[in-house]
């Protein structure tokens, strides 16, 4: 049974950092994609970053290229998420998901979310 658990989620004030953590289990996770997306109160569930299995490749959504790295270590079964420069605009509930391959698009199991709230 696939398992994915997200922490590291917390209020920061604009331009602070964090890096989310999401460890997975039941699955070999070397042989799968994955990716973050995010909620905002109110908005539409949206994609962030994407990463290959082997980490040899990875892909932003434009708002977030240059501030945020995804990232994977294949020895422990953890993705990260590092958001650094953060906006209010980046508040938002972060979900890891797994592909349903070597890659970031088709999705098939969600963690529960890690809240990141970004106030002054």
């Known amino acids: 049974q696939v398992h994915l658990v997200e922490s590291g989620g917390d209020s920061v004030q604009p331009g602070g950092s964090l890096r989310l953590s999401c460890v997975a289990s039941?699955?070999?996770?070397?042989?799968?994609?994955m990716s973050w997306y995010r909620q905002a109160p109110g908005r539409e569930l949206q994609y962030v970053a994407g990463?290959?299995?082997?980490?040899?490749?990875?892909d932003y959504t434009n708002s977030v290229k240059g501030r945020f790295t995804i990232s994977r270590d294949n020895a422990k079964n953890i993705l990260y998420l590092q958001l650094n420069n953060l906006k209010t605009e980046d508040t938002a509930m972060y979900y890891c998901?797994?592909?349903?391959?070597?890659?970031?698009?088709?999705?098939?199991?969600w963690g529960q979310g890690t809240l990141v709230t970004v106030s002054s």
């Open positions: 990463i290959r299995s082997g980490g040899e490749s990875t």
């Open positions: 998901a797994k592909a349903t391959e070597n890659s970031w698009v088709v999705l098939d199991a």
């Open positions: 039941g699955f070999t996770f070397n042989e799968y994609g």
